[in-house]
């Protein structure tokens, strides 16, 4: 439970740390694991946002895990979910596509 707390926090945590200059921090330092990544073909697994369709009705962007080296994305890993899950999800994307017909994107 901690650890679920302090994910859900962490943003906040870095900017009170840092202050100024904050909201780039998190998007540079994966920037550069993957780039390390592919130019030391560590085969690191990152976290990344794709656009997924998998047992989806419409394309959603999600974040799912992918293993990246020389070649690049050289794995995407899929998540199996229950039909909770599944349906907790497809909530999810119907939401964002509401709030995206709301803000005509």
Do not use: H, Q
């Not at 390390?36 to 976290?47: H, T």
């Not at 899929?78 to 005509?104: C, F, H, P, Q």
Request: hydrophobic share 45%; aromatic share 4%; with cysteine.
């Amino acid at each position: 439970m901690r650890l679920l707390d302090r994910t859900r926090k962490g943003g906040g945590e870095i900017v009170g740390l840092l202050k100024t200059g904050s909201a780039y921090y998190a998007t540079s330092a994966a920037v550069l694991e993957m780039v390390e990544s592919i130019v030391k073909d560590k085969k690191r697994i990152c976290p990344v946002p794709l656009i997924c369709k998998a047992n989806m009705a419409t394309k959603i962007c999600i974040w799912v895990l992918i293993k990246i080296g020389k070649n690049g994305v050289e794995k995407v890993f899929e998540l199996a979910l229950n039909d909770t899950e599944k349906a907790m999800l497809e909530n999810s994307a119907e939401a964002v596509r509401g709030l995206m017909a709301d803000i005509k994107l």
